[in-house]
C-alpha cells in the first residue's frame, strides 16, 4: 500500500493513507454485506466487531456507529450520525451542534432483543443496566407506582388513576432546582371497559443551569434555553453539559444525572406497533440516595423524608393469595392488601415480582393530599405547596 500511496499522492485529488483508507471503506461495505447474511448470532456479533473496529479506526458513520467532528478552535461541533437505512450506504450528513456538549458514541452492546414473537418460555433481557441500587422508587406499566421505604424495609405500592395528557409531579426540588415530571399517554382502545394510561414523556430539569431533558417514546432531547440537541434510541451515547449527564444505551434505557448526587433511570418499553390496544411506554427508577434538598416534595420525592409505618391485624383476605391488614401512616389508619409489583430491569418483558403492601383510592391517605394535587401546566413546573 505505500507504493500505491506514493503513486496517488501524485494525483490532485489524493492524500497520504488514501489506499488505506480505500481499503478500509470497501472492507466495511463487504462486512456489512456479510453481516446481513450471518447464519448465526456469533458470527453476527464477530463481523459487527470487524465493522466497529475499522470504522473507529479509519473514522468512518456506518449504521452501527457515529462520529463528532470538532473544529480546530472548538467552537463548532458536527455530529454525523449513522444512517437510518444500512441500505444507503457508509456515510451521511450531520448536525450542526454547539456549546459545551460532549458526545461519545460507542458500538452496540453485544446482546440481542428477541422480537414480539418469542415464545414465552424464553426471556427477553435487555443490556445491563447501569449501577443502580437494588431496591429503588419505581413507576411503571400503567402506572403502578413501588415506594421504597428503607429504614422500614418495606415496599409500598400504589396506582395513580388519572387522565391522559395530565403532567404528574414525581420529585419538584426547589432547594436544589431539579424537578421530574411525567406526562401520561393512554392505550389506544379500552379493555374490558377501562382505559389504560402509561407514562409516554418523561422530563428531568435542572433550573439552575437551565436544561431539561425531555426523554419520550421516539427520542431523547437535552435543550439550554439557546440549542436543542435531540437522539434517537437507536444509538449509544454519553452526553454532558452543565453538569447533567445523559446515558443512553440503544433501544434500553436512559439514564439522567445531576452533579453526580441526583440520579434517574428510564425504562423504554416497545410493543408490537399492530398491536390493538397495546401502546409503547416509559418506566422510571429513582434511587433513594439521591442528594435532595428538605425542600423536595412530589410523588416520589416526599417519601426521602420516611413516614413512620406500623402494619398490623394481618389476616387473610377474600382473595386467599392476598393478605389485608390495617396500616397506620401519617395519623391515618387505612386498609391494605399485600400484593405485587414488577421492577423491570433485569427482565423487560415478564419483569420481577417486589412484594409490597397495597394501598388503595390513588394513595389517599399515604401520600400528602390528593393526587389531584400533583397535577401540573407543563413539564418543567415546579410543585407547589401539597
Known amino acids: 500500500m505505500t507504493e500505491l500511496d506514493m503513486e496517488l499522492a501524485k494525483q490532485q485529488h489524493s492524500f497520504t493513507g488514501f489506499a488505506k483508507q480505500m481499503w478500509a471503506y470497501l472492507t466495511v461495505k463487504q462486512l456489512i454485506r456479510e453481516r446481513s447474511l450471518a447464519a448465526t448470532v456469533g458470527i453476527k456479533r464477530r463481523i459487527t466487531k470487524q465493522i466497529t473496529d475499522l470504522a473507529l479506526q479509519h473514522s468512518f458513520v456506518t449504521p452501527l456507529t457515529a462520529l463528532l467532528v470538532e473544529s480546530e478552535d472548538g467552537t463548532e461541533r458536527l455530529l454525523a450520525d449513522s444512517p437510518r437505512d444500512p441500505r444507503q450506504g457508509c456515510c451521511t450528513g450531520g448536525q450542526a451542534l454547539s456549546g459545551p456538549v460532549k458526545v461519545v458514541y460507542t458500538s452496540p452492546p ?188 412530589g410523588l416520589i420525592g416526599q417519601f426521602s423524608r420516611e413516614p413512620e409505618v406500623s402494619v398490623y391485624d394481618i389476616h387473610e383476605g377474600p382473595d386467599p393469595l392476598k393478605e389485608e391488614a390495617t396500616m397506620e401512616v401519617k395519623g391515618n389508619t387505612l386498609l391494605v392488601t399485600r400484593g405485587w409489583q414488577k421492577d423491570y430491569r433485569d427482565d423487560k418483558k415478564r419483569g420481577s415480582n417486589i412484594y409490597c403492601w397495597f394501598i388503595h383510592n390513588s394513595a389517599k391517605g399515604f401520600i400528602d393530599g390528593h393526587y389531584t394535587d400533583y397535577i401540573l401546566p407543563d413539564l418543567n413546573s415546579f410543585l407547589q405547596t401539597v
Open 110 to 297: 453485544s446482546w440481542i432483543q428477541l422480537s414480539t414473537s418469542t415464545p414465552s418460555t424464553q426471556h427477553q433481557r435487555g443490556p445491563e443496566v447501569e449501577a443502580l441500587p437494588p431496591k429503588v422508587n419505581i413507576v411503571d406499566n400503567d402506572p403502578h407506582f413501588i415506594i421504597h421505604l428503607p429504614g422500614s424495609n418495606m415496599d409500598i405500592c400504589f396506582n395513580i388513576i388519572s387522565k391522559p395528557g395530565h403532567i404528574l409531579s414525581l420529585v419538584s426540588d426547589t432547594g436544589t432546582g431539579v424537578v421530574v415530571n411525567g406526562q401520561l399517554i393512554s392505550s389506544k382502545q379500552p379493555r374490558k371497559s377501562k382505559l389504560s394510561t402509561y407514562f409516554g414523556i418523561i422530563s428531568v430539569y435542572y433550573q439552575p443551569e437551565g436544561v431539561s431533558v425531555t426523554v419520550s417514546t421516539d427520542q431523547i432531547t437535552m435543550t439550554d434555553g439557546r440549542n436543542s440537541h435531540s437522539f434517537t434510541w437507536a444509538a449509544t451515547a454519553e452526553i454532558t453539559q452543565d453538569g447533567v449527564k445523559i446515558s443512553i444505551v440503544k433501544n434500553s434505557h436512559v439514564s439522567v444525572t445531576i452533579n453526580n448526587s441526583i440520579q434517574v433511570m428510564v425504562l423504554l418499553h416497545r410493543v408490537w406497533k399492530k398491536h390493538p390496544v397495546n401502546v409503547d411506554f416509559l418506566g422510571i427508577y429513582i434511587p433513594n440516595d439521591n442528594q435532595y434538598s428538605p425542600l423536595v416534595h
